[in-house]
């Protein structure tokens, strides 16, 4: 898989990019981070792997102006 389609994947879960270390960039959402290998392609296989976590761990939903 292409590199900037498992980006675009994982934005459209509600992913971002927090930082790049030296062999990986660290995908968050807020919670959660994964890292993402810095190459062109991807493993099948292991962006399966990312996104299944993704899609397990969507970011928190903040409740605004809720009232207990």
């Known amino acids: 898989m292409k590199k900037r389609d498992l980006e675009k994947e994982l ?3 509600g992913w971002w ?4 270390g030296g ?3 660290i995908w968050t959402n807020g919670e959660d ?3 993402i290998p810095r190459h062109r392609e991807i ?11 993704a899609k397990n761990n969507p970011p928190p939903k903040e409740v605004v102006g809720s009232k207990k």
């Open 23 to 25: 062999n990986h960039e």
């Open 17 to 20: 990019m927090k930082r790049q």
């Open 33 to 35: 981070a994964e890292p």
């Open 11 to 13: 934005r459209r879960l």
């Open 43 to 53: 493993k099948e296989h292991l962006a399966k792997k990312i996104i299944e976590v």
